[in-house]
């Protein structure tokens, strides 16, 4: 069983930045991979970006690269995903994931566990 919460979202301008945490609880230890994904109103769920659980291995959607940075706090049990370079495009609740697999997963239906989810709001 893990918890997992999200905090840091906010509203900002474009080219604003913005730090979300998700803070780990219960069995972290399975937490092979962990995931931010987001969702705006009447869209799909999608993938952002995923860490491992070491902090040595990460992936991101394309139209993030070069803008958001996923690390990890294994010691804290934290995940974070600094957002720079904010876009409206960015628009969205921004939820956390975990995985108790060590394969890759960008699909949300491969995750065990979520968290509430934080709004990320940027106005043009």
């Known amino acids: 069983q893990v918890q997992l919460v999200e905090s840091g979202g906010g509203l900002v301008q474009t080219g604003g930045a913005l730090r979300l945490s998700c803070a780990a609880s219960?069995?972290?230890?399975?937490?092979?991979?962990m995931a931010w994904f987001r969702q705006a109103p009447g869209k799909e769920r999608e993938f952002v970006a995923a860490?491992?659980?070491?902090?040595?291995?990460?992936n991101y959607r394309d139209a993030v690269k070069g803008r958001f940075t996923i690390s990890r706090d294994t010691a804290k049990d934290t995940m974070y995903l600094q957002l720079n370079s904010l876009k409206p495009e960015d628009t969205a609740v921004y939820y956390c994931?975990?995985?108790?697999?060590?394969?890759?997963?960008?699909?949300?239906?491969?995750?065990?566990?979520w968290g509430q989810g934080t709004q990320v709001t940027v106005s043009s």
């Open positions: 994931a975990a995985r108790s697999n060590s394969y890759w997963s960008y699909s949300p239906h491969d995750y065990d566990y």
């Open positions: 860490i491992r659980r070491n902090g040595g291995s990460t």
């Open positions: 219960g069995r972290t230890s399975t937490t092979y991979i």
